[in-house]
C-alpha cells in the first residue's frame, strides 16, 4: 500500500509501539492476567495486567480502566463461572482453556470463544464474540427441528433412500399408509414391499435416480403389513447417493379411475340409449345406444334441441317430464313415443333423473331410452301365446293344478274342477288339507297328505309318474285318480317352488276293472271246478268200475267164497270212495270257509295227539314212529283239529311212503318267531323234478295207484297250514327219505 509506512522492527521503541497497535486494533479481545493469591498461596482472583480495546467492549467496561483492576471486584458473579475455576486450574496444572462462554453482563450478552494460555503467574486470554455465530447455529437447529417436524408430520409419504435402494428415514405417513412402524421400514430394502409385478419397473426406477435423474410419477403397488396391495405414486429427486422422495397413496384413486372408465364403458356400450341435456333442453350426450334407438349420430344431435325428436302431440308431456327432473325429481319407464331419424315412430321407456353438480344442484336432465317396440311385440306375443294354452289346459279333459311349495292350489282348469268335485273358489289359495277330503292308496290304507304326489314333488324336487289315489268325499263313493306330478324350478334353485299336478279320473275304469278281475276270477273258477270235476270223476270211475264187476260177479256166482269175497271187495271200494268223499268235502270246506277260528294252544300237545292216533298204522306197516318234543315252545294261534288233521296227513303219508323197518320222526322246536313241526321219514323219497308239484291237488307220484290215496292229503295240509299263518317246505331225497316242515308263527 503506497501509505503504509515503512516501520523500522529492528527498534524496540518502535517495535512495542507497533506490537501495541496490533494489541490494541485486533478484533479479538485480549487481556492478560495475573494470579492473586493469599497467604496460603492459594488463587483466590485474578488482577488485569493488560486489556486492548476490544476486550474493553467485551467486557463492557474501557479497557485502561480494567488494568490494575481485580476480577472479582468489578464482576463478583465470576466466581460462580465455569471460566473461573478453568482460569485456576490452567495456572495451577498449565492446561489451556478453550471454551464457550455466554458472558451476561447488564443488558450485554454476548456469546464468547474463550482460549487461554498461561504466561508467568498469570495467563492471556483471547476472547472472540461468536454471539451471530452462535445465533445462526440455534436458527440452523431450530430450521433442522421444524423440517424434521414437517417431515415426520407431512401428510405425504417421505422418504430418504439411498441408491441401493434402501429406506435410511421414513415419516410417520408411511405407518398409516402400509402399517409398517417407522422402524420397521427403516434399513429395509425398498423391494421387500414391493408387488411381484412391480419390481422389474421399481429397479428401473432406482437405477435412473442413481444415474441422478429425478423420477416423476412413477407408480408401483405396495404390500400392506395386513394384506392387500396399495398403489403408491412416487416423485423422487437423486442427491449424490441419496434420494428424496414423496409419494402419495393413489390406490382409491386408481379404483376410481377404473371405475369411470368403467361407467364411461357402460354408458358407451348399453344398448339404452342415453341422452344428456342442458337445463335448455339441448342435448350435451349422446351415446350409440341412443343411435341406434334413433339413428342419429352424437355430432348430427349434441348442441341440437331434443324437440325434434317428439312428436307434436307428445311435446307438452315432454315439457311436464322434464321439469320434474329439473326440480331435482324422477321418471321412472315412463312409455312413450319418439320419432326416428327416418321419420318412423318408435316405441320408447324412459327413465328421467337430474345431473347434479357437486354442489347438488340441477345442471341438467339424463334419460335412459329403451327400444320397447321388441318388447312390446314378444310381449303380445307372450300374452297371446299364454291364452292359446289357458284354452288348452281349459279344454283339456285331464285335470291340472298349480301347487305352490305350501301346496297352496294356484291355478286349476275345469276338468280339475269337475273331477274334484270342487269349484275354482273353492280351491284357490287353499291347500287340499282345507278340504274335507280323505285321501287312499289303491289297497284302501289311508294316503297322508305329505305322500300326496304334489306333496313328493314340492319335497324330493322329482317328477311322480302314474300314482293312483283315491279321493273319498262325505258319503260320495270314492273317486279314483291317475296323477302325475312335474316340479317347476326357479333357474339356481334346488327345491321347486310349484309342482304342475295333472290327473284323469280313472273311476270308471277301475270299476271296470274291478268287474273284468271278478269275471277272470269266476272264469278261473269254472275252470277248476271243471278240473276238479274232471280229476274227481276220474278217482270215483275206478272204485265203481272194481264194484261193478265185483257186483255182477257176485249176482252171478252161487260160490259163496267167492262172493264173500266180492262183498269185500265192494266194501273195500265203498270204504275208499267214503274216504274220498271226506276228503273233497274237506277240501271243498276249507275252500269256501276262508278262514278258521284260532285260539292259543300248544304245539307238543297236538303233535302228541297225532303220534298217539297213528301209533296203530304204523305198527302195522313195521315203521318206528317217534316224537321228540321240544321243551318251552312258546304257544301258537292255532285251530286243534284242523291242525292236527294236517299234522296227520303228513304222517300219514311219511308212515305210507317209508318201507318196513324204516323210522319216522316227530320232532317239535322254535325258529326265531316261528314254532316248527317236523315231520322226518326214512322212506321212498321223492325226485326233484316232483317236488314243486306234490301240492298241487291229486297229484300224486303214484300214476298207477299201487298206493292208496287220492292226491289230496298235501293240498288240505297245506291249505289248513296256510289258514294258520303258516307254511310247509319239504326237502327230499329219493330212497333216503324226506322231511316235511310246519313253520307257524309264534302267538
Ligand atoms: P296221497 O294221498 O297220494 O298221498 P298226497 O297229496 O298226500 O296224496 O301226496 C301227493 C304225493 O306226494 C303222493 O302221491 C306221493 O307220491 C308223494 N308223497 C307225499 N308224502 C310223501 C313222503 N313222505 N314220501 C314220499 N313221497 C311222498
Known amino acids: 500500500m503506497s501509505n503504509t509506512r515503512e516501520i523500522d522492527l529492528t527498534d524496540s521503541n518502535a517495535r512495542l509501539n507497533y506490537l501495541q497497535r496490533i494489541f490494541d486494533s485486533s478484533l479479538n479481545g485480549i487481556m492478560v492476567f495475573r494470579a492473586v493469591r493469599d497467604a496460603e498461596n492459594r488463587i483466590i482472583d485474578f488482577e488485569w495486567v493488560m486489556a486492548n480495546t476490544k476486550a474493553g467492549e467485551l467486557t463492557g467496561r474501557p479497557a485502561d480502566e480494567l488494568v490494575g483492576k481485580r476480577v472479582l471486584d468489578m464482576m463478583p458473579e465470576t466466581l460462580n463461572d465455569v471460566l473461573f475455576a478453568q482460569y485456576v486450574r490452567l495456572i495451577e496444572t498449565g492446561e489451556t482453556v478453550d471454551y464457550e462462554h455466554h458472558h451476561k453482563y447488564g443488558d450485554f450478552e454476548p456469546w464468547l470463544h474463550v482460549t487461554a494460555s498461561p504466561l508467568d503467574d498469570g495467563f492471556v486470554a483471547i476472547f472472540t464474540d461468536i454471539s451471530q455465530q452462535k445465533q445462526l447455529k440455534d436458527d440452523l437447529i431450530a430450521k433442522h427441528d421444524e423440517l424434521d417436524r414437517f417431515f415426520l408430520l407431512a401428510m405425504d409419504m417421505l422418504c430418504i433412500a439411498n441408491t441401493d435402494g434402501y429406506f435410511l428415514k421414513v415419516n410417520k405417513a408411511w405407518e398409516d399408509t402400509l402399517g409398517y412402524s417407522i422402524t420397521e421400514t427403516e434399513n429395509r430394502s425398498i423391494l421387500d414391499f414391493v408387488h411381484p409385478d412391480d419390481v422389474q419397473a421399481t429397479i428401473k426406477a432406482v437405477g435412473e435416480l442413481s444415474a441422478q435423474k429425478p423420477v416423476l410419477n412413477f407408480i408401483n403397488r405396495y404390500r400392506h403389513k395386513h394384506g392387500g396391495y396399495r398403489t403408491i405414486e412416487w416423485r423422487g429427486v437423486p442427491q449424490g447417493k441419496l434420494i428424496y422422495a414423496a409419494a402419495r397413496d393413489v390406490t382409491g384413486q386408481k379404483e376410481l379411475e377404473a371405475n369411470q372408465a368403467q361407467l364411461i364403458g357402460i354408458v358407451e356400450s348399453t344398448l339404452s340409449g342415453i341422452i344428456g341435456k342442458n337445463l335448455d333442453d339441448i342435448i350435451i350426450a349422446w351415446n350409440p345406444g341412443a343411435e341406434a334407438i334413433y339413428g342419429y349420430t352424437a355430432e348430427e344431435m349434441i348442441g341440437q334441441s331434443i324437440d325434434r325428436l317428439v312428436p307434436k302431440d307428445r311435446v307438452h308431456e315432454l315439457a311436464a317430464n322434464l321439469d320434474r327432473a329439473k326440480a331435482g325429481g324422477y321418471v321412472d319407464r315412463y312409455e312413450t313415443v319418439r320419432i326416428r331419424k327416418d321419420g318412423t315412430r318408435v316405441n320408447v321407456a324412459l327413465t328421467i333423473s337430474p345431473i347434479k353438480d357437486k354442489h347438488n344442484q340441477v345442471i341438467g336432465v339424463s334419460t335412459i331410452n329403451q327400444d320397447i317396440g321388441e318388447l312390446k311385440k314378444t310381449q303380445d306375443a307372450l300374452r297371446e301365446s299364454e291364452a292359446r294354452y289357458r284354452a288348452i289346459v281349459d279344454t283339456m279333459t285331464e285335470g291340472v293344478l298349480l301347487q305352490l311349495s305350501d301346496g297352496t292350489i294356484q291355478a286349476c282348469n275345469t276338468a280339475a274342477e269337475r273331477i274334484l268335485g270342487l269349484t275354482l273358489d273353492q280351491m284357490m289359495r287353499r291347500t287340499p288339507t282345507n278340504f274335507t277330503w280323505r285321501t287312499i292308496n289303491e289297497d284302501g290304507t289311508p294316503l297322508p297328505t305329505t305322500q300326496l304326489p304334489h306333496m313328493l314333488t314340492l319335497t324330493t ?139 292259543p294252544g300248544l304245539v307238543n300237545d297236538i303233535v302228541a295227539e297225532v303220534a298217539a292216533t297213528t301209533q296203530y298204522a304204523a305198527a302195522e306197516a313195521h315203521v318206528k314212529l317217534r316224537f321228540e318234543a321240544g321243551e318251552g315252545l312258546p304257544s301258537v294261534l292255532l285251530n286243534e283239529d284242523y291242525l292236527q288233521e294236517a299234522i296227520r296227513q303228513l304222517v300219514e303219508n311219511a308212515i305210507r311212503y317209508t318201507p318196513a323197518e324204516g323210522t319216522v320222526t316227530l320232532c317239535t322246536t322254535q325258529q326265531d318267531s316261528s314254532v316248527i313241526i317236523e315231520i322226518a321219514d326214512t322212506g321212498i323219497g321223492i325226485p326233484a323234478d316232483s317236488l314243486p308239484h306234490i301240492f298241487e291237488r291229486f297229484y300224486r307220484l303214484d300214476s298207477a295207484h299201487s298206493t292208496p290215496g287220492f292226491g289230496l292229503g298235501l293240498p288240505i295240509a297245506q291249505s289248513i297250514v296256510e289258514t294258520h299263518g303258516g307254511k310247509i317246505v319239504v326237502e327230499s331225497e329219493p330212497h333216503k327219505g324226506s322231511v316235511f316242515k310246519i313253520m307257524l308263527p309264534c302267538a
Open 461 to 599: 324336487g322329482k317328477p311322480q309318474s302314474n300314482m293312483t289315489m283315491g279321493v273319498c268325499k262325505a258319503d260320495l263313493p270314492v273317486t279314483w285318480v291317475l296323477v302325475n306330478s312335474e316340479p317347476l324350478f326357479q333357474p339356481d334353485s334346488a327345491l321347486p317352488y310349484a309342482a304342475v299336478s295333472t290327473f284323469v279320473d280313472i273311476t270308471d275304469r277301475k270299476q271296470m276293472e274291478k268287474q273284468r278281475l271278478v269275471l277272470e276270477l269266476e272264469k278261473e273258477r269254472v275252470k277248476l271246478l271243471a278240473q276238479f270235476i274232471e280229476q274227481s270223476s276220474h278217482e270215483f270211475r275206478t272204485p265203481l268200475t272194481v264194484m261193478q264187476s265185483s257186483l255182477s260177479v257176485l249176482m252171478q256166482t252161487d260160490n259163496e267164497a267167492k262172493r264173500e269175497q266180492k262183498a269185500a271187495v265192494i266194501e273195500a271200494q265203498i270204504d275208499g270212495l267214503t274216504r274220498l268223499v271226506d276228503m273233497l268235502q274237506r277240501m271243498s270246506q276249507l275252500d269256501s270257509r276262508g278262514s278258521i277260528e284260532l285260539e
